[in-house]
C-alpha cells in the first residue's frame, strides 16, 4: 500500500508588465502568499506562457512595448475562463471601462498596495475555484443520471409565450438530437437545439445529460456565452472519449428587440424578416461542446422587430440529399417562400419539402419562433 501524498498544485500567476521592479515586487508578495508565479515583459512572452503553463490568473499591464493588453485579454477570456486583473497606472475611466469591456474582471491602479493587491488576487481565486466546483457538482449530479430521468421536451401549447412550433423526425425511437426552450424572466426566452455526435440509442442519456445543465445553469444573470461555458466544462468531465454536441443557444428579448446566438459548431440559424420578407443566414464559427478546455464559441447580437422569424434546426434538415452547404441554401429558399404561412403551417411545410418523401438517416429537429 503506497503511503505517498498527493500534494496539490499551487495556484500559477502570470505577471505581465514590462516594469521589472513591479514584476519582481509582484512575484516576492505572491511568492510569500503561497501562489506560484510567471513573468512575462510583453504580450508575446505573455501568450507563449498561457499556451504552455496552467495559469489561474492573470495580473496584465495596459500598454505593453508590443501592443495593448486589453487585446490579450479579449483573445484569452474569449477561448477560457481564466480571470485577468489589470495593473496599471493608467488611471483614466475610459481605460478602466475598456478593462472591463474586454473581460476583465478587476482593475488595480498604480502605485500599487501590496495588501490591496494579494486582496483582490485571492477573491478571484476563490471565485474560480468556485466555478470549478460547481462544474463539478454539476457533473456528479449528472452521473448518477439514468435514462429514465430525460426530462420532456416542451410543447407549444405549454409555453404560448414563447411563441415557438417545432418539428421532429427521429431515425430512431431515442435519438440525440433535442430541443429545450426556458423561459428566463420577464419577455425573455431562451431557445436551445443540439445535435450529441453518434446515433445508437444510448445517445439519449446524453442529452438528457445537456438538457439537465440547462436547467441548472440558464439564468437571467449569466449570458448564453457564459452558460455555453459552464456546459463544457461540465460535458467535459462526463461524456465518453469522442463524444460531443453541437448546438446554437438563442435568448430573444421581445421587450428589448434584441436577439443574442451562441453556436457551438453547429448549422447557422436563419432569420426572416416580418417586414420585408428577406431570409438570411446567420453565419458563425464556434467550437464544440464537451471535448476543447478552451473551446471558443461565436457570439451574435442582432435588433429583431416584431413579426421576425427565427429558425434552428439539426444537421439532419441539411444533409439528407446533398453537402450541407447545398442543404443551408435549400433551407433558406424555404423558409423564405413559406414566410406567409402560419408559424406552424411553415416549419411543418419546410420539413416535408427537405424529406420530399424520403425517410430520414439522421434526426432532425426544427424550431421556429416568431419574435
Given at each position: 500500500?503506497?503511503?505517498?501524498?498527493?500534494?496539490?498544485?499551487?495556484?500559477?500567476?502570470?505577471?505581465?508588465?514590462?516594469?521589472?521592479?513591479?514584476?519582481?515586487?509582484?512575484?516576492?508578495?505572491?511568492?510569500?502568499?503561497?501562489?506560484?508565479?510567471?513573468?512575462?515583459?510583453?504580450?508575446?512572452?505573455?501568450?507563449?506562457?498561457?499556451?504552455?503553463?496552467?495559469?489561474?490568473?492573470?495580473?496584465?499591464?495596459?500598454?505593453?512595448?508590443?501592443?495593448?493588453?486589453?487585446?490579450?485579454?479579449?483573445?484569452?477570456?474569449?477561448?477560457?475562463?481564466?480571470?485577468?486583473?489589470?495593473?496599471?497606472?493608467?488611471?483614466?475611466?475610459?481605460?478602466?471601462?475598456?478593462?472591463?469591456?474586454?473581460?476583465?474582471?478587476?482593475?488595480?491602479?498604480?502605485?500599487?498596495?501590496?495588501?490591496?493587491?494579494?486582496?483582490?488576487?485571492?477573491?478571484?481565486?476563490?471565485?474560480?475555484?468556485?466555478?470549478?466546483?460547481?462544474?463539478?457538482?454539476?457533473?456528479?449530479?449528472?452521473?448518477?443520471?439514468?435514462?429514465?430521468?430525460?426530462?420532456?421536451?416542451?410543447?407549444?401549447?405549454?409555453?404560448?409565450?414563447?411563441?415557438?412550433?417545432?418539428?421532429?423526425?427521429?431515425?430512431?425511437?431515442?435519438?440525440?438530437?433535442?430541443?429545450?426552450?426556458?423561459?428566463?424572466?420577464?419577455?425573455?426566452?431562451?431557445?436551445?437545439?443540439?445535435?450529441?455526435?453518434?446515433?445508437?440509442?444510448?445517445?439519449?442519456?446524453?442529452?438528457?445529460?445537456?438538457?439537465?445543465?440547462?436547467?441548472?445553469?440558464?439564468?437571467?444573470?449569466?449570458?448564453?456565452?457564459?452558460?455555453?461555458?459552464?456546459?463544457?466544462?461540465?460535458?467535459?468531465?462526463?461524456?465518453?472519449?469522442?463524444?460531443?454536441?453541437?448546438?446554437?443557444?438563442?435568448?430573444?428579448?421581445?421587450?428589448?428587440?434584441?436577439?443574442?446566438?451562441?453556436?457551438?459548431?453547429?448549422?447557422?440559424?436563419?432569420?426572416?424578416?416580418?417586414?420585408?420578407?428577406?431570409?438570411?443566414?446567420?453565419?458563425?464559427?464556434?467550437?464544440?461542446?464537451?471535448?476543447?478546455?478552451?473551446?471558443?464559441?461565436?457570439?451574435?447580437?442582432?435588433?429583431?422587430?416584431?413579426?421576425?422569424?427565427?429558425?434552428?434546426?439539426?444537421?439532419?434538415?441539411?444533409?439528407?440529399?446533398?453537402?450541407?452547404?447545398?442543404?443551408?441554401?435549400?433551407?433558406?429558399?424555404?423558409?423564405?417562400?413559406?414566410?406567409?404561412?402560419?408559424?406552424?403551417?411553415?416549419?411543418?411545410?419546410?420539413?416535408?419539402?427537405?424529406?420530399?418523401?424520403?425517410?430520414?438517416?439522421?434526426d432532425i429537429v426544427l424550431l421556429g419562433v416568431e419574435v
Amino acid at each position: 500500500m503506497s503511503n505517498e501524498v498527493t500534494v496539490p498544485r499551487l495556484p500559477l500567476v502570470l505577471i505581465v508588465d514590462d516594469d521589472l521592479v513591479t514584476t519582481v515586487t509582484l512575484e516576492a508578495l505572491l511568492r510569500d502568499a503561497g501562489l506560484e508565479t510567471l513573468r512575462a515583459g510583453n504580450l508575446a512572452e505573455a501568450e507563449t506562457l498561457l499556451h504552455t503553463h496552467p495559469v489561474a490568473l492573470v495580473l496584465l499591464d495596459v500598454h505593453l512595448p508590443d501592443g495593448n493588453g486589453l487585446d490579450l485579454c479579449r483573445k484569452l477570456t474569449g477561448a477560457s475562463s481564466t480571470p485577468v486583473l489589470f495593473i496599471s497606472g493608467d488611471g483614466d475611466v475610459g481605460t478602466k471601462t475598456g478593462g472591463f469591456a474586454a473581460g476583465g474582471v478587476d482593475y488595480i491602479t498604480k502605485p500599487l498596495s501590496g495588501a490591496e493587491v494579494l486582496a483582490r488576487v485571492r477573491t478571484h481565486l476563490r471565485l474560480s475555484a468556485a466555478r470549478e466546483s460547481l462544474a463539478a457538482l454539476y457533473a456528479e449530479r449528472i452521473s448518477r443520471l439514468s435514462a429514465a430521468q430525460q426530462s420532456l421536451m416542451p410543447h407549444p401549447e405549454d409555453l404560448p409565450h414563447a411563441a415557438f412550433q417545432v418539428c421532429i423526425r427521429q431515425a430512431l425511437q431515442a435519438g440525440g438530437d433535442f430541443y429545450d426552450v426556458i423561459p428566463v424572466g420577464g419577455r425573455i426566452v431562451d431557445y436551445v437545439v443540439a445535435d450529441a455526435s453518434g446515433h445508437d440509442l444510448g445517445v439519449s442519456l446524453w442529452t438528457a445529460s445537456y438538457k439537465t445543465l440547462l436547467a441548472y445553469c440558464v439564468s437571467a444573470v449569466d449570458a448564453p456565452l457564459d452558460t455555453c461555458r459552464s456546459i463544457n466544462d461540465s460535458l467535459r468531465r462526463v461524456l465518453p472519449e469522442g463524444a460531443y454536441f453541437t448546438a446554437l443557444h438563442a435568448r430573444l428579448e421581445r421587450t428589448a428587440k434584441r436577439l443574442t446566438l451562441v453556436n457551438a459548431g453547429h448549422p447557422p440559424a436563419i432569420l426572416v424578416g416580418g417586414c420585408d420578407g428577406r431570409a438570411r443566414l446567420l453565419e458563425q464559427d464556434g467550437d464544440i461542446l464537451g471535448i476543447f478546455a478552451d473551446a471558443a464559441f461565436g457570439v451574435l447580437d442582432i435588433p429583431v422587430q416584431p413579426g421576425d422569424r427565427l429558425y434552428l434546426y439539426t444537421d439532419g434538415l441539411v444533409e439528407m440529399k446533398s453537402s450541407r452547404e447545398d442543404g443551408c441554401a435549400r433551407v433558406l429558399d424555404a423558409c423564405r417562400r413559406f414566410a406567409g404561412l402560419s408559424l406552424a403551417e411553415s416549419v411543418s411545410a419546410i420539413v416535408e419539402e427537405m424529406c420530399d418523401g424520403c425517410e430520414p438517416q439522421d434526426d432532425i429537429v426544427l424550431l421556429g419562433v416568431e419574435v
